[in-house]
């Protein structure tokens, strides 16, 4: 390359031209570390903490060149080369980079490159870390792939490639029968919201003949499309977005999937996977402008999810689960909010960004109490750490601050905003979205302020060969990065509108101003007084007397049925399970006794005719010339009896 060229490459608009390492790089790195075999051993860890670093890098470079740029022209198309050439149907494998997919490269490579990072301490002693670091890698590729890629068909790719990547990740420690399990289950789980998704597409191709994103938005607005049409694509790309945002009904997997190392839990429940299912309705945004019935669907699933999330949260003592739980109802907000539609889809990407700050944060910190207690989950075997790992109740306080939208910490900007959009719906459905909104908060804040007291609070219950120290700084550094974004995110986002008017051109213009069921200030000051009597309510029931090591086993039914998930895997056994099992065995027994029965038995009346029939052939000619004089005398008298009659 000529000094010419490589300087117009660095150039502020030339940049573009290497969106293609975004993916590229992690990609790389994934295949040296998975295929390089133990000679990477030493400095696998570095590597692949190199990759998602310099692709964020990029990001950052090209995000200023973006914002170079006027809001018109800030959908830049990259061709990579033609992936299926066939008469009829021509794919392309091209990526597109604009505001929305920027923005969610800064998170995947920014909280991914802080997560590695942490990595580097959480997984010093495991013998398979070179494998670890290549895993983590392949997941970041993939994830960058699917929000890049500028049509259905490739997202598609990169959607299947996180569930592989995930599949990986959470069985990392396949020795462990429950590790094992979990990424089954996860993988199960996936595989029913990808079927969903791989109808959409072929839906689409076969109403638009196309899966271009351009192509199928234009033809939704277009004359002549069925209403019916595009309910049922918003539908089935809703159903994708469930599996793999874990939102109900298929949100059974994301508490199995504790099950593997904690930043894996980070990676996936903060930054990546789970947003994926937001990424796809917010990108979809267009074709559920114009499906009002399939964007109510995802209102009442978001709606639904983030009340389930923190229900479930109340109840368990595993400090993982717990944040899983709540990453469920936090989603359940940004389902919600994208569900809301034309002007709201920002305020649910800005809710997302902030998680990804505070729940990567918070799971950081968990790993780091993990870390100092011999991996101990319980939350009742902790108590009084404050005291011994400084560094992590800080920075996990502030997470915890951020998450319950206490002002100015993140969160009080995105889900304050949330509850409004919901109230301002109006009429009914806008009173009941918002009620569940606000109740939802104070669920929270309940479940928060729990984790908080039993794990960092109260009397030391920690076992006795445990001896709680703070992580490494090289586990902490991250964490205390990610504090910081989890206090001051939120503001800096929202100032001066400055994401929603980023996300314009890929969302649509966000609407702040306008008619409001609530004054704004009216429904902060309740929704703060909702958090605090969340926050008083667990320090009530929690806080003021001793925590027990074992559970208690005298509880409401509540209580009972969120230990159980609410009952989730259940449901799915009794709906989806059993009948599935009872459909396949009847299938097996039509297939081996109906169709393997007529054919074996068909070909049973063949061979013993034939059996028969064989027995006419002896070889010996006496028996021809008897059977020869047998014929000739019933032909002779036939036709006698002929001429008579």
């Known amino acids: 390359m000529s000094l010419e060229h490589a300087v117009g490459y660095l150039a502020p608009s030339g940049i573009f031209h290497l969106t293609w390492l975004l993916i590229a790089l992690p990609a790389a790195s994934a295949a040296v570390l998975l295929l390089g075999g133990r000679r990477t051993n030493s400095w696998g860890h570095l590597l692949g903490c190199a990759a998602p670093i310099a692709s964020f890098v990029i990001a950052l470079i090209e995000l200023v060149a973006m914002l170079g740029r006027d809001s018109s022209h800030r959908q830049i198309d990259q061709h990579l080369f033609t992936w299926v050439p066939v008469a009829g149907f021509h794919a392309e494998a091209n990526l597109l ?36 670091f290549g895993q983590l890698n392949l997941f970041v590729a993939v994830m960058l792939l699917l929000v890049l890629a500028d049509n259905f068909l490739l997202m598609y790719v990169g959607w299947e490639g996180v569930g592989l990547a995930s599949y ?15 990424a089954k289950k996860a993988f199960v789980v996936n595989r029913v919201g990808d079927f969903g998704l791989s109808l959409a597409i072929m839906l689409m191709f076969a109403t638009f003949g196309t899966f271009s994103f351009a192509g199928v938005f234009t033809g939704a607005h277009g004359p002549g499309v069925h209403g019916g049409t595009l309910t049922a694509i918003g539908l089935l790309l809703l159903l994708g977005a469930c599996a793999k945002s874990a939102q109900a009904p298929l949100q059974s997997w994301l508490l199995d999937a504790m099950e593997g190392p904690t930043p894996v839990s980070a990676l996936i429940h903060a930054a990546t996977m789970v947003t994926a299912g937001v990424y796809l309705v917010a990108r979809s945004a267009p074709l559920y402008n114009v499906a009002p019935d399939a964007r109510t669907a995802v209102e009442v699933v978001g709606a639904v999810t983030l009340v389930m999330g923190a229900i479930i949260g109340c109840a368990y003592d595993d400090i993982k689960k717990v944040l899983a739980a709540s990453t469920m109802s936090q989603i359940g907000y940004m389902m919600l909010a994208v569900g809301l539609g034309p002007g709201v889809y920002a305020i649910g990407i800005l809710h997302l960004l902030t998680h990804g700050f505070f729940k990567a944060n918070m799971f950081l910190g968990a790993g780091s109490v993990m870390h100092g207690m011999n991996d101990e989950v319980n939350m009742r075997r902790y108590g009084g750490l404050r005291k011994v790992m400084p560094v992590t109740f800080v920075t996990f306080g502030i997470g915890y601050l951020a998450i319950i939208g206490m002002p100015p910490f993140a969160g009080f900007f995105s889900k304050d905003k949330i509850i409004e959009a919901a109230f301002d719906t109006g009429g009914a459905e806008g009173w009941i979205l918002g009620i569940v909104a606000l109740a939802g908060a104070g669920i929270t804040a309940f479940y928060m302020t729990r984790l908080m007291i039993m794990t960092f609070f109260g009397n030391r219950r920690w076992a006795k060969d445990a001896h709680p120290h703070e992580s490494p700084s090289v586990m902490t550094g991250p964490m205390i990065v ?5 206090a001051v995110a939120g503001g800096l986002l929202v100032l001066g509108g400055s994401l929603q008017h980023f996300l314009t051109p890929s969302v649509g213009r966000s609407v702040e101003v306008g008619a409001h069921t609530i004054a704004p200030v009216v429904l902060t000051l309740l929704t703060l007084v909702v958090v605090a009597g969340g926050v008083a309510a667990g320090w009530w029931l929690v806080g003021r007397k001793p925590v027990p090591v074992e559970q208690p086993l005298n509880v409401t039914p509540v209580t009972w049925a969120a230990r ?24 097996v027994f039509f297939d081996g006794r109906g169709v393997d029965g007529a054919v074996n038995g068909l070909a049973a009346l063949v061979g013993g005719t034939s059996a028969r029939a064989r027995r006419t052939q002896t070889g010996f000619a006496r028996s021809y010339a008897l059977s020869m004089l047998v014929g000739a005398v019933a032909v002779t008298g036939a036709l006698v009896l002929v001429r008579v009659g």
């Open 482 to 486: 990610l504090a910081i974004g989890s």
């Open 168 to 182: 990986l990740l959470i069985g990392f420690w396949h020795y462990k029968p429950s590790a094992a399990v979990a």
């Open 564 to 587: 159980r998930s609410l009952y989730g895997d259940a449901l799915n056994e009794g709906l989806f399970m059993r009948p599935g099992s009872y459909l396949t065995r009847a299938l």
């Open 97 to 132: 980079l604009d505001p929305l997919s920027l923005t969610f490269v800064l998170l995947i490579t920014g909280v991914g490159s802080l997560i590695h990072i942490y990595s580097i301490g959480y997984m010093e002693h495991d013998p398979d870390r070179r494998r670890f």
